[in-house]
């Protein structure tokens, strides 16, 4: 479920609050099972962040669309990008390798997409697990998760590299051409 920016603060206030009601009292609640509640606290929040984010994509996706119906491509990145290319007086060719370019990267973002839509199922299959408290499944599962998660984070920073090389790409071709 996707959360409003202003239901957010309160979750981490009142993140903070337990936290420190916990420090101040003597109670069951001592290492591991202490740790394992601000585990949870601490994974629940960041599935709030992702939703959040995953919140402002869609709403960043849909308001492109409703500017473009006519663009060749469906990632917001991907679309700003061609617009910028097509902005930065190219040539025909170079349009058209630049094209063939953001179509690869296009495909870089969806496959991105869904391996973040993998760790999420990952991550709630894992809090599941838990929940039965199997050791040997847990085990198994947060390996699988942590797999999935490892190979989710080097292709983001492998897409943003690459966002940021079609860039100054785009940049650093334009401002050749209008030198000319």
């Given at each position: 479920?996707?959360?409003?920016?202003?239901?957010?603060?309160?979750?981490?206030?009142?993140?903070?609050?337990?936290?420190?009601?916990?420090?101040?009292?003597?109670?069951?609640?001592?290492?591991?099972?202490?740790?394992?509640?601000?585990?949870?606290?601490?994974?629940?929040?960041?599935?709030?962040?992702?939703?959040?984010?995953?919140?402002?994509?869609?709403?960043?996706?849909?308001?492109?669309?409703?500017?473009?119906?006519?663009?060749?491509?469906?990632?917001?990145?991907?679309?700003?990008?061609?617009?910028?290319?097509?902005?930065?007086?190219?040539?025909?060719?170079?349009?058209?390798?630049?094209k063939e370019e953001l179509r690869h990267f296009e495909t870089k973002v969806e496959k991105h997409s869904h391996y973040q839509e993998q760790l999420e199922l990952s991550h709630q299959k894992l809090q599941h697990v838990e929940s039965l408290g199997d050791k040997e499944h847990?085990?198994?599962?947060?390996?699988?998760?942590?797999?999935?998660?490892?190979?989710?984070?080097?292709?983001?920073?492998?897409?943003?590299?690459?966002?940021?090389?079609?860039?100054?790409?785009?940049?650093?071709?334009?401002?050749?051409?209008?030198?000319?």
């Amino acid at each position: 479920p996707n959360l409003p920016l202003h239901l957010l603060s309160p979750l981490f206030l009142g993140l903070f609050a337990s936290e420190e009601i916990h420090k101040n009292e003597i109670s069951a609640l001592e290492g591991d099972t202490k740790e394992h509640v601000l585990h949870q606290k601490h994974s629940d929040l960041k599935q709030k962040m992702s939703d959040l984010n995953q919140g402002f994509e869609r709403l960043r996706k849909i308001s492109r669309e409703g500017f473009s119906t006519d663009s060749e491509f469906r990632e917001p990145r991907v679309i700003e990008l061609w617009e910028a290319a097509k902005r930065a007086n190219l040539s025909d060719n170079e349009l058209d390798s630049l094209k063939e370019e953001l179509r690869h990267f296009e495909t870089k973002v969806e496959k991105h997409s869904h391996y973040q839509e993998q760790l999420e199922l990952s991550h709630q299959k894992l809090q599941h697990v838990e929940s039965l408290g199997d050791k040997e499944h847990i085990k198994r599962n947060q390996e699988k998760y942590n797999t999935i998660a490892e190979k989710t984070r080097e292709m983001g920073y492998k897409m943003k590299k690459h966002m940021q090389d079609l860039s100054n790409k785009i940049s650093r071709e334009g401002l050749e051409h209008n030198e000319l």
